[in-house]
């Protein structure tokens, strides 16, 4: 398996532009996490995803944040417009609690997100 | 508010020293995971502890995990360069709106030098 796909890996904005995060989650993985790190803040869990369907968004920082989820082997994560604070890497992480490791989440390369 | 504390932040130690990082967490679970973080790069699952006791072993890193006592210990034996890399505990909690989810701590920073 590939193992969860992000893309872009970089990316380089203005203040106030659009940015999407995109990623696929490991087949047959059904919940998807979106986490945010940074040095103050560490690794914080932004939404995550059972089947598709959005059970916990209550780390979302603010409404310029938002996260889709068409289909089970994709989902975007939009901030419109950015802010320089939003600075950050961006993982997506996909798991199976139906495997004997339950909640064990595997993590995807991550989107380095610059806003200047 | 849950609170997943990890002790030491920064460890410098030398080759072949043994030393434990420390993982202590304030809520009930009995689920615990441990990820490495190399520079620049993602998380990647080191260990899964599900159950009071539990211990498992992966070349010279050994987790385990005590529930009662809500801590659980990351022991590096003769430490080795390549384990040079940022450590991270992170428990499996239920919230009160009865959704699931891992707490990562703050990340144990280790540097190996020879």
């Known amino acids: 398996d590939a193992g969860v796909i992000q893309s872009p890996r970089h990316e380089v904005t203005e203040m106030g532009q659009e940015v999407t995060l995109r990623c696929k989650p490991i087949s047959g993985h059904d919940y998807l996490f979106w986490y945010r790190q940074t040095m103050m803040r560490g690794l914080e869990l932004l939404i995550y995803?059972?089947?598709?369907?959005?059970?916990?968004d209550s780390g979302m920082p603010e409404d310029r944040f938002s996260a889709k989820m068409p289909n089970a082997s994709f989902s975007t994560l939009k901030i419109q417009p950015s802010e320089p604070r939003d600075s950050a890497v961006y993982f997506c992480?996909?798991?199976?609690?139906?495997?004997?490791?339950?909640?064990?989440?595997?993590f995807g390369p991550g989107t380095r997100l610059t806003v200047l | 508010e849950l609170k997943v504390e990890q002790n030491p932040l920064f460890l410098s130690m030398q080759e072949g020293k043994n030393y434990t990082i420390y993982c202590n967490y304030s809520t009930t679970s009995d689920r615990l995971y441990w990820y490495r973080q190399d520079p620049g790069k993602s998380l990647e699952s080191l260990f899964v502890?599900?159950?009071?006791?539990a211990v498992k072993q992966e070349g010279r890193l050994m987790a385990s995990l005590d529930t009662k006592a809500r801590l659980s210990t990351l022991h590096i034996t003769a430490a080795v360069h390549d384990l040079s890399a940022t450590y991270f505990c992170a428990v499996d909690v239920v919230t009160q709106g009865g959704s699931e989810k891992l707490v990562f701590g703050k990340g144990t920073k280790l540097t190996v030098n020879p």
């Open positions: 502890l599900l159950s009071n006791g």
């Open positions: 992480a996909s798991s199976s609690r139906t495997s004997s490791s339950y909640n064990e989440q595997f």
């Open positions: 995803f059972n089947n598709n369907v959005p059970i916990d």
